[in-house]
């Protein structure tokens, strides 16, 4: 299993610009999570998804979009990318609701930053 | 929503003491406490997790309380080695909900 992986790694934006960060997961978990993390901060949740076709805002989902075609894909989308938008992502999946219990698996995160 | 502090942002221990660390929820309806490691330029990792029905539980040489009544829940560390040096997040959660509400992370240094 690779579990979580996300793409790219590393990418430096232009104001304006946009692109997309990959993630998929090869669990089969239904709960797909993309977090943003900055410098001291803890993790703050962007948008979610409780399965294909189902995604919904999390605490900081301004200036993000997302989708969810497959069980295993949880793009997120940057429309007009911002220095505020300079964070390090990282995409997480769990098998059911993070209330019950369940581990949440990160992904090696994407470090960005929008210059 | 949930609110979560944690405390200290910063701790250096010298290597065999012992380290806490501390953190206060807001929703007296969570119920799920997980503990997250992160070491430096790594992904986040479950360490340990505790749920309401119980005050305490251990795995080796780490802890967690949990004090319902103050809303708060802190980590344990004992005998620490250099490879416990990194972020530790504290996180909470509760019954239906869908995501997990974090703190804002502890460096932990341990001086060898």
């Known amino acids: 299993n690779a579990g979580v992986t996300q793409t790219p790694k590393f990418r430096i934006l232009k104001i304006g610009q946009s692109m997309t960060l990959q993630c998929a997961q090869d669990m089969n978990h239904n709960y797909m999570y993309w977090y943003r993390q900055d410098p001291g901060m803890g993790l703050k949740l962007i948008y979610y998804s409780v399965g294909a076709g189902i995604t919904d805002k999390g605490e900081v989902p301004n200036g993000y979009n997302v989708s969810r075609s497959t069980t295993e894909d949880f793009p997120l989308r940057l429309e007009l990318a911002a220095p505020s938008q300079t964070s390090v992502y990282f995409c997480a999946s769990s098998y059911s609701l993070a209330g019950v219990g369940n581990e949440q698996f990160f992904g090696p995160g994407t470090r960005l930053t929008v210059l | 929503g949930e609110n979560v502090e944690q405390h200290p942002s910063t701790l250096s221990v010298q290597e065999g003491d012992s380290a806490v660390i501390k953190c206060t929820y807001s929703?007296?309806?969570?119920?799920?406490f997980p503990w997250y490691k992160q070491e430096l330029g790594k992904r986040p990792q479950l360490i340990i997790d505790?749920?309401?029905?119980?005050g305490e539980k251990k795995d080796q040489r780490i802890a967690v309380t949990l004090n319902k009544t103050a809303k708060h829940f802190s980590l344990h560390i004992t005998e620490t080695q250099p490879e416990d040096s990194a972020v530790y997040f504290c996180a909470a959660s509760k019954s239906g909900a869908n995501n997990l509400f974090f703190g804002t992370g502890t460096r932990l240094t341990v001086i060898p």
């Open positions: 929703d007296s309806a969570s119920n799920y």
């Open positions: 505790i749920r309401s029905n119980v």
